[in-house]
């Protein structure tokens, strides 16, 4: 299996690691996921479907209001929510959410290295995302 380790910035601290959910989309929490589920509902997103409880969520940044990230906060707290997020960059409304949710979350991440299915293992602490490519 192939292994490698990107560098970012650590925007929340922690470690988690765990199976990724890739989007190539921005991503909102408010109205984009159910919180009671953790499946992503947005209508034509290619995430459609997906649940992303016990993941780890990479994505490009977040779209949409500032209530998202309660609505972050509301899917972790209901136990559906991801283990950690891996961003390009950050944006004040996943940032809040996840602060306030005790996610580990990194960004200046070239997500493009990284497929749904991987295995990552994040040390926010030292702004770290260790992937673990999926045998195919």
């Known amino acids: 299996m192939d292994t490698m380790i990107l560098k970012g910035r650590k925007i929340v601290e922690g470690k988690v690691e765990g ?10 929490f408010m109205g984009s ?16 479907g997906e649940c992303m409880q016990g993941k780890i969520l990479v994505f490009p940044q977040s779209k949409g209001s500032t209530g998202g990230s309660y609505m972050l906060f509301d899917v972790v707290k209901n136990g559906v929510g991801p283990l950690g997020i891996v961003n390009i960059e950050a944006e004040s409304i ?8 005790d996610l580990p979350m990194v960004d200046e991440i070239d997500i493009s290295l990284i497929n749904t299915g991987d295995y990552l293992i994040i040390n926010a602490d030292e702004g770290t995302v260790e992937v673990h490519k999926k045998e195919l």
Request: proline letters at 6%; a negative charge; hydrophobic letters at 40%.
């Open 94 to 101: 996943v940032v809040i959410g996840a602060i306030v949710s």
């Open 33 to 48: 996921m159910n919180p009671k589920t953790g499946y992503i509902i947005e209508r034509g997103h290619e995430l459609e």
């Open 19 to 28: 199976e990724a959910l890739v989007s190539k989309e921005p991503l909102s």
